[in-house]
């Protein structure tokens, strides 16, 4: 039994002294990263006999840092802990769970890394760029945590959206502050200069964006400009070339420059006389560029006769009377004019169009009427004969020469001209008893007698019945006495009678309304004269 309890007890004391031998050298356990080089064994590999832990066995081990302090570069190399010992921030033998790195995150300086963080990235957690993603190497890349492994090129951590298409300078056009736009991108160092309206265009809008490697893409390279048809649809169909400059500007398109010098007949239409001067706009109401149908005057210009020209229902197009020098002025001829109902001659043809055409506010030249009345006023109406006047045909008597020159046979009517009769104009007679416009002629109902047109000199002397019948002594060729004969009076001359000149018979009688020569005598007898 005591040999029992001996042996126990034996054991028992060696067990302690194995346990306690380790804790007589080692101050802790390790951290969990270094967990691996327990044991007294491994000691020498961060420590130097008889002295501390050597900077040089950290670097032997953690490569990574000795080539970025050998570079000069990160953190290690900064003023702040470069020449420093490594155990000085990252002691060990705390035990497993100790955090060997144990830094305030929210009050490092991160320029002491070599990398300064400004705009976006300054709000950005150290996670969102430190991750196993955003590091090439495939050694540093393998550690559960480490903050190595990153370079300052924005594709270290960003996708390249480009696809390879631009420089891997992402800070040429781009700043710290957010990614779109391309805020420090100068258009003015690229191939094409952006003038006038391009100034204003997005770039998305040159710049298209599309699908490739099946990921978003906007091309910025190898864009066609030596065309504007390259971005822009020609909206004259290749009409005028491919030289939009000799026409159009940046400044814009409606703007056309060098007007005077488009040649115009390309659209089809060749601008001449009063179309030269007119304005783009004046006929390109809506665009330029829209096509305008131009066959016929009417698709520009409003039917100012307002269809009274039609052939077989089809209004006639404007040139058949006009050009284009002027409206106004017509080009339609007597000829033309001729082969209607009313044939110009004579003082008609010296007739402008207005006096016919335009009787009021309006043109017109349809349903004018033919006829002589239609146009003129008939002076003669009431006072004419209808069998002289047929459907009131001033043709009758009057011509196209001039309203004067009267042509009319009066041998036609009762009343035959003859002698002195023949030397006189219409107006002699039948403006006597005419209306109170002396212009008015009357032409009917007028009495025959030579006292209708003529005064009685004889106060009523010779009348029979009220009529006075002067071809008893007179003729229509003079007022002489061709005609009397005295010896077949009452009283006929004979002897020295002969030679008696009238008026020493036939005395002057003072009368109302004036004196008359007497020659008709009641009483013949001597003794009256002698």
């Known amino acids: 039994m005591k040999t029992h309890l001996l042996k126990y007890l034996l054991l028992s004391c060696l067990i302690l002294a194995v346990r306690l031998l380790p804790a007589q050298i080692s101050p802790g356990d390790l951290t969990q990263a270094h967990a691996h080089l327990e044991g007294m064994s491994n000691c020498t590999k961060c420590h130097t006999l008889g002295a501390k832990v050597s900077n040089d066995k950290c670097l032997a081990c953690h490569k990574e840092i000795k080539v970025r302090i050998d570079q000069k570069k990160g953190y290690h190399s900064s003023s702040k802990v470069y020449g420093k010992t490594c155990t000085i921030c990252h002691s060990d033998h705390h035990g497993r769970n100790y955090d060997i790195l ?22 950005k957690e150290c996670a969102d760029c430190h991750k196993q993603a955003n590091i090439a190497d495939p050694v540093i890349k393998k550690k559960k945590s480490t903050y190595l492994g990153l370079n300052s090129e924005c594709l270290t951590c960003h996708e390249d959206y480009h696809q390879k298409s631009l420089s891997n300078t992402c800070s040429n056009c781009h700043t710290n502050e957010k990614f779109k736009p391309a805020s420090k991108f100068n258009h003015s160092k690229a191939k094409f200069q952006l003038k006038g309206k391009h100034i204003e265009v997005t770039c998305v809008e040159c710049h298209k964006k599309s699908t490739r490697n099946g990921k ?72 330029l560029t829209a ?11 409003t039917d100012y006769h307002k269809g009274q020209f039609k052939k077989q229902g089809v209004v006639s197009d404007c040139r058949e009377c006009h050009n284009d020098s002027g409206f106004k002025e017509s080009n339609f001829t007597v000829e033309q004019h001729n082969n209607g109902v009313f044939k ?22 349809r349903e004018i009427g033919s006829k002589c009345r239609d146009c003129h006023q008939d002076i003669h109406a009431g006072f004419l004969d209808p069998k002289y006047y047929p459907e009131a045909s001033c043709t009758s008597c009057h011509s196209d020469n001039t309203w004067g020159e009267v042509r009319f046979d009066h041998n036609l009517t009762k009343f035959i001209i003859t002698g002195a009769h023949e030397k006189q104009t219409c107006r002699s007679c039948h403006a006597k008893t005419g209306s109170e416009d002396p212009k008015v002629l009357k032409f009917t109902g007028l009495a025959q007698t030579c006292t209708s047109c003529h005064e009685d000199n004889h ?5 029979v019945d009220g009529f006075t019948d002067c071809a008893r002594c007179h003729t229509s060729n003079n007022w002489t006495l ?5 010896n077949k009076t009452r009283f006929p001359l004979d002897g020295k009678h002969k030679n008696v000149a009238c008026n020493d018979c036939h ?6 309304p004036k004196p008359y020569r007497q020659y008709k005598f009641k009483d013949i007898r001597c003794e009256n004269c002698h």
């Open 102 to 123: 144990h830094f305030d995150k929210t009050k490092f300086d991160h320029n002491t890394a070599g990398y300064k963080l400004e705009g976006a990235h300054i709000k």
């Open 216 to 287: 978003d893409f906007q091309q910025f390279t190898g864009i066609q400009f030596k065309s504007c048809t390259n971005c822009h649809k020609d909206p004259h169909d290749n009409q005028f070339g491919q030289n939009c400059t000799q026409c159009h500007s940046e400044e814009s398109f409606k703007a056309v420059k060098g007007i005077s010098n488009f040649d115009h007949s390309k659209t089809g239409f060749l601008l001449t006389g009063r179309h030269i001067t007119v304005t783009c706009k004046s006929c390109h109401k809506i665009s």
């Open 291 to 301: 096509p305008l149908a131009h066959a016929r005057c009417t698709d520009c210009h």
């Open 344 to 365: 110009l001659q004579g003082a008609h043809l010296a007739t402008p169009c207005i006096a016919c055409h335009k009787k009021t506010n309006e043109w017109s030249f």
């Open 459 to 463: 106060a009523g002397q010779y009348a």
């Open 482 to 486: 061709t005609n009397f004969d005295h």
């Open 507 to 512: 005395k002057m009688v003072e009368a109302s």
